[in-house]
């Protein structure tokens, strides 16, 4: 669906030329909700809107559905971006239009459908959204959530087959991110739509996103599947933005690790699926004549997808038995990572 | 009832003034409705689109590309110079300078219609400054969408930001309507017609001063209306 080679792109500045963006190889598949996360300043604003072209690339190649995008302009690019999707931050509705004249907008500018087929476009667009009541109504009338969906709708009334979402629930209450997001969550799954958010949360990156990118200093450091990035991220900007919402936080284990005198063995131990439910660790600890302590962890979804990251304290037994106690951990598909 | 309040103002009039006069008046104050309505169409009609130019070539608005950009630059400020140019020259003096040009346009450059075009003149630059003005407050955010949506740059001007900054365009006539009053009167110092051309003819050249304070009393009740009318036609407007 995109695809992104080598992009480059620069601002010049008082202070000279600054890198926005270095070297962006990115690839997003069809039907996918693709999450790029990162601090303010880390380029994800400017990745996003090189999309759609509101931002040219210095260099490098952009593709969408294998076609190069960075050579339009004029009417061709006018079509380009007519076919994409945009949700804002800040909503960006017209103030001075309803809801439904709002959502028409987008079919207005790309033209070619009567009042009639407008009409019927809006109408949908404002059930995918559930604001079919709301339609005579102005932006200043409706709560924020309200007016996201109708940004999403009026992002949606020209059928697009890829969506960009801009921070789009930042400025929401935490309640109202969850409806947000489910409704991105549904839209995608219903209409097959392609979906590139940008966010600065990586809890948002775990409520919808299949595959994330992280940014930083206008390089993608980490990309992939969201399980894989969540459960053993490579990168430290990638541990601290999962630190933010609890996940691999420095917590007790540290403290026990730094308390204890004597020497301490901690394990980190990963699994994800069906086995995250059975009683794997008592069994194996019975097994083989250990002693357990869960000094920290996270249990959970990501997606569809349940896994549990735990470290542990073993104790009582030596280091064969221990051994073993691990290579049983294996077979049955938990990771084991040593961590002190 | 209606002719019993005439009666009543009839009376009210005779006793202020005497009748004689009345006639003249009504007659200056129909005239400054004309050349401040007149005059505002034509503002406004020239005002608004010069406003909208000056917007889209001012630096807010500067393209990405050097070529396009100085094509911006070069319309700005000629454009922004001649606006200058008009809004400092003070409106008296404009009104000399003007006269061949009235001369050749309405053919006079005396009475109601030779004031119409020093009037527009003067007017329409000011419109159009407050018109750009009013652009530049419009939240990037809309610029942003529309341009997402692949707008061309007619449909942002006449779908997003025209019916964006209504209220304010609207304000910004309201504004415009009462300098023309002021300024319609001011052209009656050279024989421009209307309640002006009265106040100066009796009120100055024959020390009149009853005659002058009605018609400054007309004017005053004149600006009030049109700023109440104004004010409730903004708030009809507005959805902010």
Known sequence: MIELRKVDKQFHTAEGCVFALREVDLSVAGGDIYGIIGRSGAGKSTLLRILNLLERPTAGEVLIEEREITGLSGAGLRRLRQGI?????????????????????????????SSREESL????????????????????????????????????????????????????????????????????????????????????????????????HGRVVESGDVIDVFLSPSHRTTRALLAEIGMGAPGIATEVAQDANHHLQLWRLTCRGAIVATPILTAAAREHGLDI????????????????QL?????????????????????????????? | MSGAILQTAASLGSAVLANEYWPEIREGTLDTLIMTGVSLLFTVLIGLPLGVVLF????????????????????????????????????????????????????????????????????????????????????????????????????????????????????????????LVGYSAMSGVIGGGGLGDLA????????????MLVTVAILVVLVQLIQVLGDRLVARFSHR
């Open chain 1, 85 to 113: 999707g945009m949700v804002f931050q800040n909503f960006n509705l017209l103030s001075s239009r309803t809801v439904y004249e709002n959502v028409r907008l987008p079919l207005r500018i790309a033209g070619g459908l």
């Open chain 1, 121 to 216: 476009r809006v109408a949908e667009a404002l059930d995918l959204v559930g604001l079919t009541q709301q339609a005579r109504r102005y932006p200043r009338q409706l709560s924020g959530g309200q007016r996201q969906r109708v940004g999403i709708a009026r992002a949606l009334a020209n059928r697009p087959r890829l969506l960009l979402c801009d921070e789009a629930t930042s400025a929401l209450d935490p309640e109202t991110t969850q409806s947000i997001l489910s409704l991105l969550h549904d839209i995608n799954r219903r209409l097959n739509l392609t979906i590139v958010l940008i966010t600065h949360g990586m809890d948002v990156i775990r409520a919808v996103a299949d595959r994330v990118a992280v940014l930083d």
């Open chain 1, 293 to 308: 302590a869960v000094l920290q962890g996270s249990i959970g979804r990501i997606g569809d997808t349940p896994y549990a």
């Open chain 1, 311 to 340: 470290t542990v304290h073993i104790t009582g037994a030596d280091e064969q038995r221990q051994c073993h106690f691990r290579e049983s951990l294996a077979r049955a598909d938990v990771h084991c990572e040593r961590v002190s």
């Open chain 2, 56 to 179: 889209l070539t001012g630096w807010t608005q500067r393209s990405e590309r050097p070529g396009r950009a100085w094509v911006q630059w070069c319309v700005y400020s000629i454009l922004s110079a001649l606006v200058n140019l008009l809004r400092s020259v003070p409106f008296m003096i404009l009104l000399i300078l003007l006269i061949p040009a009235t001369r050749a346009i309405v053919g006079t450059s005396l009475g109601v219609q030779g004031s119409i075009p020093p009037l527009v003149i003067a007017a329409a630059p000011f419109f159009a400054r407050l018109t750009e003005n009013l652009l530049r407050e419009v939240d990037r955010g809309v610029f942003e969408a529309c341009r997402s949506m692949g707008a061309t740059t007619r449909q942002l001007v006449l779908w997003a930001l025209l019916p964006e900054t209504l209220p304010g365009i609207l304000a910004a006539i309201i504004v415009t309507a009462v300098a």
């Open chain 2, 200 to 211: 100066v003819r009796y009120g100055y050249q024959r020390f009149n001063t009853a005659v």
